[in-house]
């Protein structure tokens, strides 16, 4: 759970990074656009994430996106094969690939690098070779029915924060009844429940003036069926009202949980909360001076191609200019998430009452954040629905299931999940056919939105994306450990960061940079947090045994 926040964190500072300095980063547009991109690479996420969990790696992830990506529209157009039945056969072909894949690597012993590198290339190669090298789509004639599974926009992000509430507090008060009576966890459990029901109100309030239910477009159609979409038509002041409810309710709850955690920790243990406090405030202070030097519109008007006679940046480019603003809003933010970090260590550390605060907190501070952007006015894209389910899906199978605790005792040690009894061989089988199969989907989803498949390079780099979404969402490439929530989260902060390079105007050339610099932060901030809590917890411990004697 650690991890997750942790990467979560990432993910807010970038947001609230890009959005000080571009104000263009929270339109309607770029918002839709970063949710859609980063569900698609959420798929593949989750499914090399399986392969990862049990201690291995595919390689050939965006080869395999690139073949069904190609197939399916020859398919379709060149061959004239029903909508089900070219989805069954690139599906068909996706799983085939995983079973491959995973029999090369138990039967004959091959190391899953040498198997999917090579698949990697043998994938490529054939997709080139069956579409002779030229560019295949859809053309016009699947713009109202297939494509809709890539292009829909089913709901509002506002519909699915209420549906999302609703199931949290469904979820959490279940985990509550199951739980034993004066656990903490039980209590845990009742306060997301009460945050989960929070959200479900917020998101609900887009439906607070009425709407009308209607059936949206067919995207599906086979003989005499028809699938269709459902659809609300809201009016504008029902779509305006969730940003305000957000802005409020966020505010409310991040000042009266935010005061009364502080007042907690200074009651208990002030020599240990005043730190972080002070420096809280501060980060606070510089914060609202950003807005009061309106340094989000001055970067937005500095040309890179200016040189400035003035005051004290007399001499100065406009480039060198826009990089000292961003370097500075970049120390400011940084200060401020991580004073927030340590001050709410400091005061969790100890006390049940303020672990049950704590959820309020972070649920105020997004609130508050996502109030002041036009998230909820943003349409939802189809893959996100989608990625969605199959998040649910493989969360359950992988948590709730005893084949999913196999995958992870695989990872953790072969050897010992053989002598107790697993078949680890059909265990590592099944996480290839799982990783292929997701691949499949998203090659599918791909080819759908782009419109545009280009059997040379599409869906090139693609496994990179994948394994370092699902690196970042806590997956240990030696396996073992991993979440499918991390995962998604993970595959957010890979596209936010990708969009906020282009949205603040950084040189293209320094993306795979800036994005690698990033993660080997992140990945080193966890290391040494890590460290840090292990050392504090082995003193506590010792000081325990100490005092016992």
Not at 57 to 70: C, E, F, H, K, R
Not at 209 to 231: Q, R, V
Not at 273 to 285: F, K
Not at 433 to 458: E, K, M, R, T, Y
Request: one cysteine or more; hydrophobic letters at 55%.
């Amino acid at each position: 759970m650690n991890k997750i926040f942790g990467i979560f964190s990432l993910l807010i500072f970038v947001c609230v990074f890009t959005t000080v300095l571009a104000s263009n980063f929270v339109s309607d547009s770029n918002l839709y656009n970063t949710i859609r991109w980063s569900s698609l690479f959420g798929i593949l996420g989750i499914g090399v994430a399986f392969v990862i969990i049990t201690g291995g790696i595919d390689l050939s992830i965006g080869s395999t996106v690139g073949l069904i990506a190609v197939l399916l529209p020859m398919l379709l157009n060149r061959y004239e094969y029903s909508v089900p039945s070219a989805l069954a056969m690139v599906l068909g072909i996706s799983v085939v690939i995983g079973l491959t894949h995973g029999l090369l690597v138990t039967r004959l012993e091959l190391q899953p690098f040498v198997v999917t590198l090579c698949g990697l290339l043998f994938y490529r190669g054939l997709a080139r070779w069956l579409a002779d090298d030229q560019t295949q789509g859809f053309g016009q004639a699947h713009n109202e029915g297939l494509r809709l599974l890539a292009v829909g926009k089913p709901c509002s992000a506002a519909t699915l924060m209420m549906c999302a509430g609703v199931a949290m507090l469904l979820f959490c008060l279940l985990r509550a009844w199951l739980a034993n009576r004066g656990d903490e966890a039980r209590r845990l459990q009742l306060v997301w429940a009460v945050v989960g029901l929070v959200t479900a109100v917020v998101g609900s309030s887009r439906f607070w003036h009425g709407c009308e239910i209607y059936s949206g477009p067919t995207f599906l159609t086979w003989n005499d069926w028809k699938f269709s979409l459902l659809a609300a038509r809201v009016p504008e002041a029902g779509g305006l009202l969730p940003r305000l409810v957000m802005f409020r309710t966020g505010l409310s709850l991040l000042v009266v949980s935010g005061a009364a955690l502080l007042l907690l920790g200074l009651l208990s243990q002030p020599r240990r909360v005043v730190g972080p406090a002070l420096t809280v405030l501060i980060a606070v202070v510089l914060f609202v001076a950003v807005g009061v030097f309106r340094l989000a519109p001055l970067f937005e008007s500095v040309n890179p191609s200016d040189r400035f006679n003035v005051g004290i940046i007399r001499g100065m480019s406009g480039e060198l200019l826009r990089t000292l603003i961003m370097l500075g809003v970049f120390l400011i933010v940084g200060l401020l998430m991580g004073a927030v970090a340590w001050l709410m260590n400091a005061v969790v550390a100890d006390s049940l009452a303020a672990r049950l605060l704590a959820p309020f907190v972070f649920a105020g501070a997004v609130l508050w954040l996502l109030g002041m952007t036009h998230f909820a006015e943003t349409m939802i894209p189809m893959p996100t629905v989608i990625m969605i389910s199959l998040a649910l899906l493989a969360s359950l199978f992988l948590n709730q299931t005893i084949y999913g605790r196999y995958l992870l005792a695989l990872g953790r040690n072969e050897q010992a999940a053989r002598l107790s009894g697993i078949n680890t061989g059909a265990m590592t089988v099944l996480a290839y056919v799982i990783c292929s199969a997701a691949a499949g989907l998203g090659g599918i989803l791909f080819a759908l939105d782009i419109n545009s498949v280009q059997p040379s390079g599409f869906g090139n780099f693609y496994e990179l994306y994948a394994i370092a979404a699902a690196v970042l969402g806590g997956c240990s490439l030696r396996g073992g450990e991993g979440t499918v929530l991390g995962v998604v989260i993970g595959a957010a902060v890979m596209r936010v960061l990708y969009n906020a390079i282009n949205i603040l105007g950084i040189d293209t050339k320094l993306e795979f940079a800036i994005i690698g610099l990033v993660i080997l932060t992140g990945a080193i901030v966890d290391v040494v947090v890590k460290r840090m809590v292990a050392r504090r917890r082995a003193i506590l411990q010792a000081q325990e045994v100490a005092m016992g004697r």
